[in-house]
């Protein structure tokens, strides 16, 4: 196995903003000396947080696809839709593609973020990450990815605003659009608070 | 405690691989042999390309904002919402948080990373320093994953797809800005990466090393 350098061995940070690398000696609580942000070796308490943030999700990710999102009434037609429903309605009405891509952005993205999340979680949690290159790369794409499933959450609103007669809504909103945001925003959180280098660390000391 | 920066060595933030860094191009794209991760990339341009950018943004953004978004058609009465409107429309049925989280991702973070830019930015073109670029410049860094911009544009096409069905809509004005904003901001977060931004700064504290 190739031992690897890495800035821990060399005792070396690297500034998690700026991504200056810096040499701390001393104290570990210190300020970058490009961007003032604060220095640290591993983001602290990455993993707890992260998994704290992708088990809320992954609880609220029930209601989310259960309860309706919205109700209509009159225009659209006289029915509670959840988010699936939401998606069969617009392959019904023959738009294939924005199906498809709702279907995708909605139901599988949020899901395969849990999935990954906690499969990269448990794989450190139990100290052997045995492919941290296909881990990181499944991350990336996890993070990359994420924010297109605030899709439906941005098209409710434009539904709720227009579909209103005399101030009377006929597109109404219901708690499972607060659900559904919910995972979007906390799945957000968790990647983002996730210190990627933690997969790597195992492959190091090994 | 001693904290000094390296120049010789520069540590991949996302694997912790340590690489030895000979020269600093002044146009790269340069990756982690490891993990691949994007390490820094800089485009040895002047600012003047993002502040031109940032102009732009701004005056799309007012646009954007002004006109009506969408309109919609049934049974002969007409009815137009804006970009405001759509997070509205939470608020009024109950739901504020949601609103928020629209204002927030659709308008607030891309106008406040426009104002930021062109904040930082137009002073380090004169030559000034000014209070607090630093902690801007970090704030931003962590705000530009919560602009949604293009995911804002892509649900109204979703919404438009789904009332079509239903009832007449046409796109407005707002729409085509916001779709120009959209392009804008991205183009000027790629001309702004952290790394240029650095070194913008480093250049205006000591103009003989500019890289």
Known sequence: ?206 | MTISRVSSVIVCHACDLAHRLDSLAGNARVRCVRCRAELYRTNDRSPDNAIALAVTALALFVLANVYPLVAMTVNGSTRMTTLIGAAEAFYEQGYGILAVLVAFTAIIVPLVQILTLLYVLVPLRLGRVIRGQNLLFRMLTALRPWGLTEVFMLGAVVALVKLSAQAEVTPQVSLVAYGLLMISIAALTSATPSEQYWRWVAGQRDPGTAP
Not at chain 1, 67 to 79: A, R
Not at chain 1, 141 to 149: A, K, L, M, N, Y
């Open chain 1, 1 to 206: 196995m190739t031992t690897y350098a890495t800035g821990r061995s060399l005792g070396l940070l690297v500034c998690t903003r700026c991504r200056a690398t810096v040499r701390a000696i001393g104290d570990k609580r210190s300020l970058c000396p490009r961007c003032e942000a604060e220095l640290f070796v591993r983001r602290p308490h990455s993993l707890s947080t992260t998994a704290a943030l992708v088990i809320t999700a992954a609880v609220l990710y029930i209601p989310a696809n259960l309860l309706p999102v919205m109700s209509t009434h009159e225009i659209l037609s006289d029915d509670d839709d959840t988010i699936l429903s939401g998606v069969i309605s617009l392959a019904h009405q023959g738009s294939w593609p924005i199906a498809l891509l709702v279907f995708f952005a909605s139901i599988v993205v949020p899901l395969l973020k849990l999935v990954a999340l906690g499969d990269i979680l448990f794989a450190i949690w139990r100290g052997r990450v045995r492919n941290p290159r296909q881990r990181s790369r499944l991350f990336r794409v996890v993070e990359f990815v994420g924010r297109w499933s605030m899709l439906d959450v941005f098209a409710l609103s434009l539904l709720a605003s227009l579909v209103q007669i005399q101030s009377l809504a006929l597109v109404q909103v219901r708690p499972g659009a607060f659900a559904f945001a919910a995972v979007v925003v906390l799945t957000m959180l968790a990647a983002q608070s996730f210190d990627e280098r933690l997969l790597w660390d195992a492959e190091t000391d090994g």
